[in-house]
């Protein structure tokens, strides 16, 4: 069983940076992801990173935004968002696969964690 917790969310403006954190207890040899969900919008791939942390993903709207990153002695995966737009507000999820693939597909993904609230102000 993996529990998961993100924090760092928040109210930001346009053009601004946020750091987001997911720790991890419990078994923690998977590949994690983030995810996010606007309000009347469906859940929607950010990114995603290999346990190793080798192999990354990220979704179009956000590549060369975001990075992704975890350090794994301290069970916790992050999401560096800079050059934060309106667009990106949503609470941000992070998940965990058994599978250790950085999918996109949220059907991949066996735990998730409730959720953090993003708010970028235009």
């Known amino acids: 069983q993996v529990q998961l917790v993100e924090s760092g969310g928040g109210l930001v403006q346009a053009g601004g940076s946020l750091r987001l954190s997911c720790a991890a207890s419990?078994?923690?040899?998977?590949?994690m992801g983030w995810f996010r969900q606007a309000p009347g919008k469906e859940r929607e791939f950010v990114s995603a990173i290999t346990w190793g942390g080798v192999s990354t993903n990220y979704a179009n709207a956000v590549k060369g935004r975001f990075t992704i990153s975890r350090d794994n002695s301290k069970n916790t995966m992050y999401l560096q968002m800079s050059s934060l737009k309106p667009e990106d507000t949503a609470v941000y999820y992070c998940?965990?696969?058994?599978?250790?693939?950085?999918?996109?597909?949220?059907?991949?993904?066996?735990?998730w964690g409730q959720g953090t609230q993003v708010t970028v102000s235009s």
């Open positions: 419990g078994r923690t040899f998977y590949a």
């Open positions: 998940a965990a696969n058994r599978a250790g693939v950085p999918s996109s597909d949220l059907s991949n993904y066996d735990y």
